[in-house]
Structure formats: structure tokens, C-alpha cells
């Protein structure tokens, strides 16, 4: 601040001394010469984000000390300390002259308002990424349908009933399959249910690891474990692997939404930063992967004492979350920030919707 209030006051005092306003003609002291100037440099200059005056001056000058040339010349610049990318900034050098020239022939320069105009920029919390690709690769979903897989768990090297990272399990499967071949491996959970419970959304699908199969021998096959997100068991279905997009691009979406908290991962009855949860907008909603939606917890009913009558109280925005697998009925979401607990039936909308 002090530096802003500085360079404006310096500015003052130097062009209130020095220059001769004529309608819109501003009269100019002496500019920096062609030998001051870089050659060959491609005019205008386009303000990047974190430019300052300053280090364009170091674009156009070999002494960037000459910035208070380029802001006499850019005077739609109110602020040398606030400049915004997209702004175009030009500087014209004059050839060397003698003293005498200089007086006889003043440069002038004709300010010219320009608007720049850019989509506002919509900050949202830093993501995790190691949380982000840790859910992409351990990714459940809902399906309309149970779901039956070409091939299920026989049972492990061992016999024990739980297999984990690294096991050696034996598998059926009715699928064309090669040496080294990967499959995911997932269970049927609960239906997950309208927070009415009237409608089933659909069957909640576990994803609890993957394999590769290592050989055959009258049709069973042998497989290692090579990601376990959960304990794998006798029964637990299989399907081919699907490869893992694990580039998902953060959107802010234009269209409003406005939906509930249906699900939280496991069962449980509260979310919070870094968990799963299931809400009830899907691909027919207009949900997109990667879309960034806020959680709100419903104000509370109130009495007001002094009027005596009952209201509610706003909404209270208390989590962030991002799609990470929109579907027909429902999405499954990931809470990338939270202030309080996540509770089932609270509301899913836009950031600046309640």
C-alpha cells in the first residue's frame, strides 16, 4: 500500500510539474530514446498473470528503471501495481534529438480508454491429488442391475477366507483370457434407496481390487492380487479391467442443481473431507464427471422469541465436493473440503445456489 501510495504521489508531482493538458491532448516530458529501447521487440506487449510494470519495462528497456515511460504512455493504467492479463501495453521511442528539437517538438500522446473484458475466475479449494487418484482407482458405483461379471473367487493358495495384496487366488471365469491378462474384482453391496425410501436408485457395486492372471489348468485359472482396496472373498466377482482416466479437469457448472445426500461410503450415517458419497443427481440431471458442487446443511426451524413467531434459518455451506462417477440415476462424489460432519439428506447444489 505504501508503494502504491508512492508511485502515485511521485507521478503526481512529476507530470503536474512537467506536462500541458489540452482537451485530450497530454503534453509529455522527454520519453526514453531509440538506443534505450531492446531492439526487435514485438509490440503490443499482452500482461500475463504476476506481470508488473516493472519487469515489462525489462521487455521493452535495457534499464527497466524507465517503467515511468511505458505507464506515460499506457495511461489507461490508473494503478501501477494493478494490471490484469489481457491488457495490452505499447511503447513508442523517439529518435535521439538535440535539446532544441525536444523543445520545438513536445512528444504528445492521445489516451485511449480500453474495457477488457473476462469471465469472473471461480476459486475453489486445492484438491488432493493423491486423495483424487486414490478414488479414481478405488472407484464404486451404482448400477440399475446386479451386476454378474464373466467369473468369480474359487478360493486362495492358502485356504484362508480373506485374500489381500499380492494372494494367489484361484478363479473361474467364462471369458476369452490370456497370460497376464487383469481383471477387477467387485461384490454386490445394498440397494441404495431414495431418502423417501420409496424408489431403489439402484444396487451399490464394490470395487475391491484387481488381478493378473498368471496361468490355466483345466479351466481354473491362477491369479495374483495386484491392488486390494478391501478384503477379497470366495464368491467375489470378476469383469475385465477397466483402464483408470485418472485426468479429471475441475468444472464449475453453469446449469443449477439441486439434489441430497443419499449415500456415505460404508454405510455410514456422517462424511467428512476425503470420503465418498453417493447423491442423487445423475447423467439424466445433466451431472458431468469432474464438476464441482457444494454440500449445505439445511438451516434449522427457530423460534423467535421476540416476535413469537417460528422461521427457519439459512442454509449453511459446509462442504465441497467433485463428481467422480456421474451415472443414469445417481452420481458418486468425492468431499474434497468439509467444516462439519456430512449427513444424509443434506442438500447438494451449485456454490451460489441454496
Known amino acids: 500500500m505504501f508503494r502504491t501510495l508512492f508511485l502515485s504521489s511521485l507521478l503526481s508531482l512529476f507530470l503536474s510539474s512537467t506536462l500541458l493538458a489540452h482537451a485530450d491532448v497530454i503534453t509529455l516530458p522527454e520519453q526514453a530514446s531509440l538506443e534505450d529501447l531492446n531492439p526487435n521487440i514485438p509490440q503490443p506487449y499482452i500482461v500475463k498473470k504476476g506481470d508488473t510494470l516493472w519487469n515489462i519495462a525489462n521487455y521493452f528497456f535495457k534499464e527497466p528503471k524507465k517503467w515511468l515511460n511505458v505507464w506515460e504512455q499506457n495511461l489507461y493504467i490508473t494503478n501501477p501495481d494493478l494490471i490484469y492479463p489481457g491488457n495490452e501495453i505499447w511503447f513508442k521511442a523517439r529518435p535521439n534529438l538535440t535539446p532544441q528539437q525536444q523543445q520545438a517538438t513536445p512528444p504528445t500522446f492521445h489516451p485511449q480508454p480500453k474495457i477488457i473484458s473476462k469471465p469472473v475466475e471461480r476459486l475453489n479449494p486445492p484438491l488432493d491429488n493423491g486423495m483424487l487418484l486414490t478414488a479414481l482407482r478405488h472407484q464404486d458405483f451404482i448400477s440399475p442391475r446386479p451386476e454378474k461379471g464373466v467369473g468369480y473367487v474359487l478360493d486362495g493358495k492358502d485356504n484362508r477366507f480373506h485374500f489381500t495384496l499380492n494372494d494367489i487366488i484361484y478363479l473361474k471365469i467364462t471369458y476369452p483370457t490370456h497370460i497376464n491378462d487383469s481383471f477387477d474384482i467387485f461384490r454386490t453391496g445394498d440397494a441404495i434407496q431414495s431418502l423417501n425410501h420409496k424408489k431403489t436408485i439402484g444396487l451399490l457395486i464394490h470395487h475391491l481390487g484387481t488381478l493378473k492372471i498368471l496361468s490355466e489348468e483345466k479351466g481354473v485359472y491362477r491369479g495374483i492380487v495386484t491392488q486390494a482396496f478391501r478384503a477379497i472373498m470366495r464368491g467375489d466377482r470378476l469383469k475385465p479391467a477397466k483402464r483408470t482416466n485418472t485426468h479429471i479437469t475441475p468444472i464449475n457448472p453453469k446449469q443449477r442443481f439441486h439434489g441430497s445426500v443419499l449415500y456415505i461410503q460404508n454405510n455410514g450415517t456422517a462424511a467428512g473431507q476425503n470420503q465418498i ?42 462442504a465441497k465436493i467433485i463428481i467422480m462417477k456421474a451415472q443414469r440415476d445417481a452420481s458418486l462424489a468425492l468431499v474434497t473440503y468439509s467444516t462439519t460432519a456430512i449427513r444424509l439428506g443434506d442438500i447438494v447444489a451449485n456454490s451460489h445456489t441454496k
Open 277 to 318: 458419497i453417493g447423491i442423487n443427481l445423475g447423467l439424466k440431471n445433466g451431472m458431468r464427471n469432474g464438476m464441482i458442487l457444494s454440500i449445505y446443511q439445511p438451516g434449522r426451524r427457530i423460534e423467535d422469541r421476540t416476535k413469537e413467531t417460528s422461521l427457519t434459518l439459512p442454509n449453511e455451506d459446509i
